[in-house]
C-alpha cells in the first residue's frame, strides 16, 4: 500500500468578496518530494500556501498536513503541527528590527524552552547550513544582499528542523547565477534533512532543475500534476504556452546542458 499523502487537499473554495480564486481544488504532496506550484497571476498559488499553513481560512474544503485536518485544528494541536514545518515567505520577510541571529531564533522562542547560549548555537548552525558566513549571524536584513536575505528566511524556516518547508516564490529578484545557487541548496538539504518541500514559483529553471512533480492552477483549480516531461503532453493552452514558450525551451536547453 501507498504511502498516504502527507498533505492532502481536497474541495478548496476560497473567495474574497464576489471573486472566486479556488473553486474545488485538490491536490496531494508526497513526503519526500519537491513540487512546484505554478499558475498565472490571480490564481492563487499564495493563497493556497497560506491555506495549507493555516493563515488563511477557506470558505469550504478540507486541508490535511500529516494527517490532521488543519482547518479544524485547536490551538494546542495547531501550535504542535506548525513546529513540523517551516515557511520562508516571499523575499526572505525577515523581521527588519532583528538580526540574521535573532531572527533565526524566533521560531525557537515561540515553540522551544532553551536556554540562550543552546539557541545562539542552533541558529549559527541553521545559518551555516544554508550557506552564510557566522559573520552574517549579527547583521540586519538592510545589510544584506538579496540573496543573502533568501538564504537566512531559509535558515528561519528550518530552525525547528521541520519535515516540510513552503517556499513562497524563492527564487524571485535574484540573477541566474544566485537563482541556480539557491536552487541547489533547496535540493542538497532535502536529500541531507530529509524535507518535503511546497513550492510556489514561477522560474522554469527551478521546474527543470530540482522538482519532481509541478502542479499548475488555472481555472480555480489544479489542472495539471505530474513531471516536466508529462507538462509538455497537457493540452490546455496556458500549459502549452508556459511550457513550450521561447524561456521554456531556453530552460529545458540549460537543463541539457548541466
Not at 48 to 65: R, S, Y
Not at 77 to 92: A, I, N, P
Not at 105 to 132: S, W
Amino acid at each position: 500500500m501507498s504511502e498516504a499523502p502527507i498533505i492532502r487537499v481536497r474541495g478548496l473554495v476560497t473567495r474574497f468578496g464576489k471573486h472566486t480564486v479556488h473553486d474545488g481544488l485538490d491536490l496531494d504532496v508526497q513526503r519526500g518530494e519537491i513540487i512546484g506550484v505554478v499558475g498565472g497571476s490571480g490564481t492563487g498559488k499564495s493563497v493556497l500556501l497560506h491555506e495549507v499553513v493555516g493563515l488563511l481560512k477557506p470558505v469550504a474544503g478540507d486541508i490535511t498536513v500529516f494527517g490532521e485536518n488543519v482547518r479544524d485544528t485547536g490551538p494546542e494541536e495547531y501550535r504542535s503541527l506548525r513546529r513540523r514545518w517551516g515557511v520562508m515567505f516571499q523575499g526572505g520577510a525577515l523581521f527588519s528590527s532583528l538580526n540574521v541571529q535573532q531572527n533565526v531564533e524566533a521560531p525557537m522562542r515561540e515553540q522551544l524552552d532553551l536556554m540562550p547560549q543552546t539557541r545562539a548555537a542552533l541558529a549559527a548552525i541553521k545559518v551555516r547550513m544554508v550557506g552564510l558566513p557566522d559573520n552574517a549571524l549579527l547583521k540586519m536584513p538592510s545589510e544584506l544582499s538579496g540573496g543573502m536575505r533568501k538564504r537566512a528566511g531559509f535558515a528561519r524556516a528550518i530552525a525547528l528542523d521541520p519535515e516540510i518547508v513552503f517556499l513562497d516564490e524563492p527564487t524571485a529578484g535574484l540573477d541566474p547565477i544566485g537563482a541556480a545557487a539557491f536552487d541547489s541548496l533547496i535540493a542538497q538539504l532535502r536529500h541531507a534533512l530529509g524535507l518535503t518541500v511546497f513550492m510556489v514559483t514561477h522560474d522554469l529553471d527551478s521546474l527543470h532543475a530540482i522538482c519532481d512533480r509541478i502542479a499548475v492552477l488555472a481555472e480555480g483549480r489544479v489542472i495539471a500534476v505530474g513531471t516536466m516531461a508529462q507538462m509538455q503532453d497537457i493540452d490546455h493552452p496556458w500549459v502549452q504556452a508556459y511550457f513550450k514558450g521561447p524561456r521554456a525551451r531556453a530552460a529545458r536547453a540549460q537543463a541539457k546542458a548541466n
